[in-house]
């Protein structure tokens, strides 16, 4: 019985989909960066670039977004990784998923050595 | 067309003016969507040629200026101006199109559910091809700009946006279905991209050539048939590399080389894109309109 091309393409979506939904569930929850030079300085770089902009280049808030420096030194490195991951789409804290893992850890490791 | 580009020139320049660049990571594609929305308060400016080529056709350069804002954290919203220039024919502006983005779920999930609307009134010589559904084909950009400008489509476009983000990697597919307002059949249609920057950790320096500014992957998309008679069968089917460069002011250089698999698609299509983000423009709006009451 020839299979209609559409089936087949249907099959290997699904495929696909199933394969990279159980790979996605993986990832780390110690920072893999902790207190690495280069990875804050790397963090530094990506704060500046995304996140100055509504948080403000010293991370102590804008009128578009509070100030940072209260709570991230004392959050946990995984905590603070989900959330900017996730963000709060709600309140209006996009997700930053579009970055890469390393890159989330570099941030989080430059923010958690801010001082309050 | 010429006084069309300048009102574009004059409006960018205006918006320099008006907002600060924005530092976003843009995607790759040119087709397929993924579920990565505008950051609220942000407009990003961008305009994307495509040149087709085929047998038996003239050469044409389709274009697409898109406005995108990010309304929501979960709601992006986007107006499209569409024109072409056809080789020993005619340039002119083919029509519009308005369209919304929904973030289904809030939160990050393994598969990220975006619904897509979108409302579109162009004429029959619209050359963009920023999606193909149906039994879309080389045969329809034949036609003379005269004739073909006199066929007036409105349609309503969906898209089912199913995207997520695997150890760097993005992979997404589209699911697009097409219903002309004033009669006919759903069409169908279809994009799957994939995406990874050529560095996940970033370098501890500023940098424009870095590894980590560059995002490389793969689209596919094509024509699904219509309702009733769903098939790949007298479709066009293409197959696209597309790589992205993320510059640090704010400005993303995208180019794709679009290569046809089916007789019914063109031969080559290349698109170029370049778009820039301007951070916190609804607050300078908001702004401006609070001090003029």
């Known amino acids: 019985m020839k299979r209609h091309p559409i089936h087949i393409i249907l099959t290997i979506v699904l495929l696909v989909t199933a394969v990279y939904a159980k790979t996605g569930a993986e990832r780390p929850v110690e920072n893999p960066f902790q207190n690495d030079g280069t990875a804050r300085a790397a963090g530094q770089k990506l704060f500046a670039r995304h996140c100055a902009e509504c948080h403000g280049q010293a991370a102590d808030g804008t009128e578009r977004a509070p100030s940072l420096r209260a709570f991230v030194r004392s959050a946990a490195p995984s905590a603070l990784h989900t959330f900017i991951k996730n963000g709060n789409l709600r309140s209006g804290m996009p997700s930053w998923s579009r970055l890469p893992d390393p890159q989330l850890w570099q941030l989080v490791t430059y923010l958690q050595t801010l001082e309050p | 067309m010429i006084s069309a580009l300048r009102m574009a020139f004059v409006l960018v320049l205006a918006l320099g003016v008006l907002a600060a660049p924005g530092l976003a990571q843009e995607r790759p594609y040119f087709v397929t969507y993924d579920h990565h929305m505008e950051e609220p308060g942000n407009l990003e400016v961008a305009t994307n040629p495509v040149i087709g080529r085929a047998r038996g056709i003239n050469t044409f350069i389709g274009n697409w200026t898109e406005f995108e804002y990010g309304a929501k954290g979960w709601w992006t919203s986007e107006f499209y101006v569409d024109s072409q220039h056809t080789l020993h024919d005619s340039a002119l502006l083919t029509g519009f199109r308005f369209e919304n983005r929904f973030r289904l779920l809030l939160g990050e999930h393994r598969i990220n559910p975006v619904l897509y609307l979108e409302y579109e009134h162009v004429n029959g010589a619209d050359k963009t091809l920023k999606e193909v559904v149906g039994f879309d084909g080389k045969e329809g950009h034949a ?64 940098c424009t050539l870095c590894r980590e500014n560059f995002n490389a992957g793969l689209e596919l998309y094509g024509g699904l048939g219509e309702w009733g008679d769903v098939t790949f069968k007298g479709t066009s089917q293409y197959i696209a590399p597309v790589l992205a460069w993320n510059l640090p002011s704010g400005t993303t250089l995208r180019v794709s080389p679009g290569f046809g698999l089916t007789d019914q698609s063109h031969s080559t ?22 001090r003029n009451r």
């Open chain 2, 143 to 206: 036609e003379p700009n005269g004739e073909a400008r006199l066929e007036h489509e409105r349609e309503f476009e969906t898209k089912l946006i199913l995207s997520s983000q695997v150890k760097g990697w993005n992979v997404s597919e589209n699911i697009i279905g097409v219903k002309n307002i004033h009669g006919g059949v759903w069409e169908f249609g279809y994009a799957f991209g994939v995406s990874r920057p050529l560095a996940l950790a970033a370098s501890a320096n500023a």
């Open chain 2, 269 to 290: 299509l290349i698109r170029f894109g370049v778009s820039h983000e301007f951070s916190g423009f609804g607050q300078q709006v908001r702004k401006l309109l609070r």
